[in-house]
């Protein structure tokens, strides 16, 4: 029943913060504030790890290529094929559920703590419209660090294949280039749309509904990663059966 209960409270949050918006003057300030704590300053680790993840995915796919009748390009290929499919969207989103998450959680959850969600309410603002929809639509801009690290994760398989010896720049580019799909790179902005509300949401409903003290905030952002990380990857499997099959 505690299963039941919790989503259906989320459930509800979503809808309350929608209503009574805050004045777009105050909004505005809100929503700027939060692309630059969520997006801009995720950039960073979403651009190393795209990169060297791209190098290895390269590397071991060159090393499992043993038959000499197995073409070179195909290295590239199946680079392209396993960041822009998986790793860009679904996995650098379990990795930020970790960074985003614990943050939305931990801010919001002290807030609670510190009563100041309650003067909120009693000033006769819209408290989850004032904390959560910022974030929310903040995240929206998330597919634009996922295309970042995209290309980096591509640009990292190349530099990786290239410089160890596993394959030439031109047949790695023209695997990059063999049997491109364009529908595979918007399945992945589908993805990180859906994956961009639930890394807002989610952890801001943990901070938001959470009882204690200050211990209990570090206890609700563990809680908020794991649960993000849980939906993302369900979300996942069935954006993938419905988009690909």
Avoid at 15 to 30: G, Q
Avoid at 38 to 45: F, H, K, R
Avoid at 219 to 226: D, I, L, M, N, R
């Amino acid at each position: 029943m505690t299963y039941l209960h919790n989503i259906g409270a989320y459930f509800l949050m979503i809808a309350e913060m929608f209503r009574k918006p805050t004045k777009w003057s105050v909004m505005k300030n809100l929503i700027f504030k939060d692309i630059d704590d969520l997006v801009i300053g995720s950039l960073g680790i979403i651009a190393f790890i795209s990169f060297f993840v791209g190098g290895v995915i390269t590397i071991q796919t060159a090393l499992n290529i043993t038959n000499p009748l197995i073409p070179k390009y195909l290295v590239g290929f199946a680079t392209r094929q396993s960041v822009i499919l998986e790793f860009a969207p679904t996995f650098t989103s379990v990795i930020m559920a970790g960074k985003v998450g614990s943050f939305i959680t931990s801010s919001i959850g002290t807030m609670r703590v510190t009563e100041q969600i309650d003067a909120l309410e009693v000033m006769g603002i819209n408290s989850l419209n004032y904390l959560v929809f910022p974030k929310a639509v903040a995240l929206m801009l998330y597919p634009f660090a996922i295309a970042i690290g995209m290309f980096l994760g591509i640009l990292g398989g190349m530099a990786a294949c290239v410089y160890g010896g596993f394959s030439s720049l031109e047949d790695y580019i023209f695997g990059i280039q063999t049997d491109f799909i364009p529908f595979h790179v918007i399945y992945a902005f589908i993805k990180t749309f859906v994956f961009a509300f639930v890394l807002a949401t989610i952890p801001a409903y943990h901070g938001y509904y959470m009882k204690g003290g200050a211990l209990e905030v570090g206890k609700a952002s563990t809680t908020a990663f794991v649960w993000t990380s849980v939906v993302v990857i369900l979300l996942n499997y069935f954006l993938t059966q419905m988009l690909l099959s």
